[in-house]
């Protein structure tokens, strides 16, 4: 098992798990990062004595310095912040980012052979390509935290050595709006979107799995991770969250990962691969477990979902587009500006409307996610 590790994002609710488990296991925490949330930092570094804390923000930075002069706790801010953390003496960095700031610093992990945790799924959505070429140019491990591709890489250990793949079965929760019509979503508050029936997640995930945009990125993501084509991913709503994602070989034979919906679990997998410990999370009561429901997911009402298979079809940067529009779309809801189906809307027309080419290197990704803000903007 590794001795250290360092979290991106440790005050979010990924972060805020992985010092759960980290706790537990008696692990040690050489650095933490957050955006601007100082207060729950400031606890954390208190509690873990890290060498290294990076607050994106630099305001916020400074007032952190100031808040805990009395440690051993070395401040940096920004990007340059999160490139220095990712050159630290940990044997492991913890991506729990949300959104495509989260890119650089993963691209700038692997290039200092550190192997990656990762919950910050836009980092394979945007780019993909970039990313996978570095990990096998620089031999690392990128090890997946996001509960469906936990499942699917533990249901892989099983594999023979050349796979013997049909396909990818990736479950949904449906979010809290499942069987509803458009016509039903018109009028959807945002309360009521971020009520998820299964999972406590931060704002922007829990959005994200309500237009089933999260599900959309995450076949981008399964697709890039395993080597798959985007058209052998099935996505299955499966309302109890009981079983994380199934894996069907060649003969139809079909394995699965369940376990309680609790992000601890691939948290820890990832952190302790290829062993297992005992878990911070209560094993499934069987008796209780009455029964587990199976639908397709409905990609004309949900229509993110259908616009990133569109993505990921065209290829090239148009994954990276998908994102940046439904990032600005997202918050866009969140703070009262567009509708619940707006959100939807946006991210089909900028996939559809926007023409942009391969990605070379990092700033063809960081353009194209511009040109997708900007057309969000423009088009309100």
């Known amino acids: 098992m590794i001795k250290s590790l360092s979290i991106l994002g440790s005050t979010g609710s990924i972060g805020t798990q992985t010092l759960d488990v980290a706790r537990k296991l008696n692990i040690k925490v050489n650095a933490l990062s957050a955006y601007s949330s100082i207060e729950l930092l400031e606890e954390q570094i208190r509690e873990f004595r890290p060498a290294l804390a990076v607050v994106f923000d630099a305001d916020r930075a400074e007032e952190l310095k100031i808040k805990i002069a ?10 340059s912040g999160l490139h220095e953390l990712c050159h630290d003496d940990s044997e492991l960095i913890v991506n729990a980012i949300v959104g495509m700031v989260g890119l650089e610093p993963t691209l700038e992990a692997i290039k200092a052979k550190k192997d ?25 491990k990128l090890l997946p935290v996001d509960s469906e591709h936990s499942a699917i890489f533990q249901c892989l250990q099983a594999a023979p050595p050349d796979k013997k793949l049909k396909k990818i079965l990736l479950t949904a929760s449906g979010g809290p709006f499942f069987g509803r019509t458009a016509d039903e979503l018109r009028d959807v508050t945002v309360e009521q979107a971020l009520a998820h029936p299964n999972w406590s997640m931060g704002a922007k995930i829990t959005i994200d799995s309500a237009t089933m945009m999260n599900k959309g990125l ?29 894996v069907e070989f060649t003969d139809n034979s079909v394995l699965a990962q369940l376990g309680l919906p609790d992000m601890r679990i691939p948290i820890q997998y990832a952190i302790t691969y290829p062993d297992r410990v005992p878990s911070l999370v209560p094993e499934i009561d069987w008796k209780t477990l009455s029964q587990m429901t199976f639908y397709s997911a409905d990609d004309e009402t ?33 703070d009262g500006k567009i509708t619940f189906l707006q959100i939807g809307e946006l991210v089909s027309a900028a996939v559809d409307g926007l023409n942009v080419g391969k990605a070379a290197d990092l700033d063809d990704v960081l353009a194209a996610d511009r040109l997708a803000r900007e057309f969000v903007y423009q088009n309100l």
């Open 302 to 334: 949900f229509r993110c979902l259908a616009a990133c298979k569109r993505a990921m079809k065209k290829g090239g940067l148009y994954p990276a587009v998908a994102n940046g529009a439904n990032e600005v779309a997202n918050r866009l809801f969140r």
């Open 70 to 79: 009395d440690t051993s706790t070395k401040v940096l801010s920004g990007m």
């Open 116 to 140: 990656i945790a990762f919950a910050n799924k836009e980092t394979l959505v945007a780019g993909g390509a970039l990313v996978m070429d570095a990990v096998k140019e620089n031999g690392v």
């Open 218 to 246: 995450e076949i981008i993501e399964a697709a890039w991770l395993f080597d798959t084509d985007p058209d052998d991913i099935e996505v299955v709503v499966h309302r109890e969250s009981i079983i994380h994602s199934m």
